[in-house]
């Protein structure tokens, strides 16, 4: 069992749509959470960041984290074509000196 | 700043040749790492370095070597190639101190690598 594990997709959905992605994992150490978002052909860079349970919100998206159920989420309001890409999930210990991310899921958003 | 730079971007190799995956950063990161991406594994951790001098394995170290004698670049090695090892190959860099801290890496564009 792989330990972060994440839908590949890919997810269509057209513009204006409310995006859900998703990771669960097994892992109970882990106490940072990420996400990246990765265009074809570059290197993912990073979207979001949170720290151990709760929401945090920036602009259109809001990152979740739920310790107790080993899942997070990433929500996309008002989505746009733009945001069409493929979106990794990240984790880490408190300590530890190395990421590990989901598979990924990609977005595909039509206008 | 350039940022992460890497090189070359794409290259083709013999099985049983050895090549350099070169990675330079300008924003005196000590966190360097290189992860290889394939279809349905993700990235998945090669080798990766906190500081000059200091190199350790990752996740799927094999096939491959590492040397970090300045801050600011960090290759990567395969020294006789397989198949298996036709990749994408990102290098990627922190700014926290020798340790990964946030968990903010800043990628390269990825190198495309095709063994024959």
């Known amino acids: 069992q792989k330990e972060v594990e994440q839908d590949p997709g890919p997810l269509s959905v057209p513009e204006g749509a409310i995006v859900s992605l998703n990771c669960t994992y097994s892992?109970?150490?882990?106490?940072?959470f990420m996400w990246y978002r990765q265009y074809s052909r570059k290197g993912p860079e990073l979207l979001m960041y949170t720290y151990s349970s709760g929401n945090k919100e920036d602009g259109r998206f809001t990152a979740q984290v739920d310790k107790s159920s080993k899942y997070i989420s990433l929500f996309i309001r008002d989505s746009q074509p733009s945001d069409s890409a493929t979106y990794l999930c990240?984790?880490?210990?408190?300590?530890?000196?190395?990421?590990?991310f989901g598979t990924g899921t990609r977005l595909l958003v039509s206008p | 700043n350039a940022g992460v730079t890497q090189t070359p971007k794409f290259q083709v190799l013999k099985t049983g040749q050895s090549m350099t995956l070169q990675c330079a950063q300008d924003?005196?990161?000590?966190?360097m790492s290189w992860y290889r991406q394939d279809p349905g594994m993700g990235l998945r951790l090669i080798h990766y370095?906190?500081?000059?001098?200091?190199?350790d394995q990752g996740e799927v170290p094999n096939g491959y070597n590492v040397s970090r004698s300045t801050t600011e670049d960090f290759p990567l090695r395969l020294l006789s190639a397989a198949p298996s090892q036709t990749s994408v190959y990102f290098c990627?860099?922190?700014?926290?101190?020798?340790?990964?801290?946030?968990?903010?890496?800043?990628f390269g564009e990825g190198s495309r690598l095709t063994v024959l």
């Open positions: 370095s906190v500081g000059a001098g200091i190199t």
């Open positions: 924003m005196n990161h000590e966190y």
């Open positions: 892992n109970s150490a882990f106490q940072y």
């Open positions: 990240a984790m880490m210990n408190t300590g530890f000196q190395k990421l590990v």
């Open positions: 990627a860099s922190s700014y926290s101190g020798g340790r990964l801290g946030t968990g903010e890496l800043f």
